[in-house]
């Protein structure tokens, strides 16, 4: 069982700046092992995926973010964070953090809104 609990999401211009955190509480080595990410679902859309990160560090991106995010882990504090650069009103969403490894865990979401 795994834990997921977001943060550093809120209101910011376009053209800013957020870095999402996830903090997962789980046995400190199992972390190691999932393969970590964050989706987003927008008011009316559904749940997309925006970045994810393995266990050896392979990273994906949703075409939407590439360029403008990067997805990274810190193993040592079973965090997964994501920062966003270049941020538009359409990266207006909650976004929530996914352990993966033989079964999905999810958060519960930080809401991003960019709007000036």
């Known amino acids: 069982q795994v834990q997921l609990v977001e943060s550093g999401g809120g209101l910011v211009q376009p053209g800013g700046s957020l870095r999402l955190s996830c903090a997962a509480s789980?046995?400190?080595?199992?972390?190691?092992?999932?393969?970590m990410g964050w989706y987003r679902q927008a008011p009316g859309e559904q749940r997309e995926l925006v970045a994810t990160i393995t266990s050896t560090g392979s990273t994906n991106y949703a075409d939407s973010v590439k360029g403008r995010c990067t997805i990274s882990r810190d193993n040592a504090k079973n965090t997964v964070y994501l920062q966003m650069n270049s941020l538009k009103p359409e990266d207006t969403a909650v976004y929530y953090c996914?352990?993966?490894?033989?079964?999905?865990?999810w958060g519960k979401g930080t809401l991003v809104t960019v709007s000036s």
């Open positions: 789980t046995s400190g080595s199992v972390f190691d092992f999932y393969t």
């Open positions: 996914i352990a993966r490894w033989f079964m999905d865990f």
